[in-house]
């Protein structure tokens, strides 16, 4: 058997011996040794990890826009991240025109259809609610099936204007009438109140931005406790994902959740251009840092940006090294060192070990970073 690309010697992040074979973009074999004629052969150096290519479902990487926008590259595969989801940076009106120019990209670009028609031109996009019409979403969906893997709704009070929680009821009508796909939901400061809009979401459903600093959080900023209906929420089976941004993560939240038992679902970074080049998000791989110095463990933190986000929504052949599935691969190392890592509300904590991709495969093709 000849193959187009073989990973030699390479570790998953269990500390087990892995070698990968891809053909014609698909993963043909994995096993911990594969002794096989290969047109192209990565030999890894001792200590370095394999893991599926890790999937970023909370970006902004629509280049023609002017609030929140980046390039698809450079928070994709420059970073080790193969796979990004744009969060709702456009609506029915533009997402055709994100579409072709996302084509262009090296990294695997799909997009969640703002329920407002021109999505994030301005901050209140959803103070308009004649902007939200349910027959273009519909459009949307049904001309790029491939493109766009979900709806978004910004639940906060900068974007609602008066409307409370009507927003969310229309999203909700809409995924109904739209084969139930994924929801993902912007929290931030009430107007709506968290409750209200957690009551409305349901599993399956993501609420992204889930440990913000805000008074509107999960946390009881009296009592230093987790909020009964957050609880309530996580347990019926609403995801939780991080969306780190530049106002939404903070480490004492992610803390006392998680010395409550109560864990991110996903990683994501809710990237654009101001907070990757100024920070305090960087990349994915230093959000996926900051969880690690919460106490997340290593595995886990690779599952919440493979696995996780794969199922939430409902990529079947990303996510895991099996053969069949696409030839997606980040290859990485975890070196001892030092870094201070600043949240969203300035506060800091010095990370020890720090991950860093050395190569990413998209399609079976290699790219050094």
Known sequence: MSYDLIIKNGKTIEGKPIEIAINAGKIAKVADKIEADSKE???????????????????HCFEKMTLYYDFPDEIGVKKGVTT??????????????????????????????????????????????SKVKEELVHQALSELPDFVVGIKARMSKTVIGDNGITPLEMAKKIQKNNNDLPLMVHIGSAPPKLDEILAHMSKGDILTHCFNGKANGILNQETDQIKDFAWKAYEKGVIFDIGHGTDSFNFHVAETALNEGMKATSISTDIYIRNREAGPVYDLATTMEKLRVVGYGWPEIIEKVTIAPAESFHFDTKGRLKEGYDGDITIFTIEAGKKTLTDSNGFTREATELIKPVKTIIGGIVYDN
């Open 84 to 129: 990004v989801i744009d969060a709702g940076t456009t609506g029915a009106e533009n997402i055709h025109e994100f579409y072709d120019l996302a084509k262009q990209a090296q990294t695997n670009v799909y997009a969640l259809v703002n329920i407002s028609k021109w999505g994030i031109v301005e901050q209140d996009e959803l103070a308009d609610l």
């Open 41 to 59: 052969v990565v030999e890894l150096a001792e200590g370095t990890y394999v893991s599926a290519g890790w999937i970023d479902d909370h970006v």
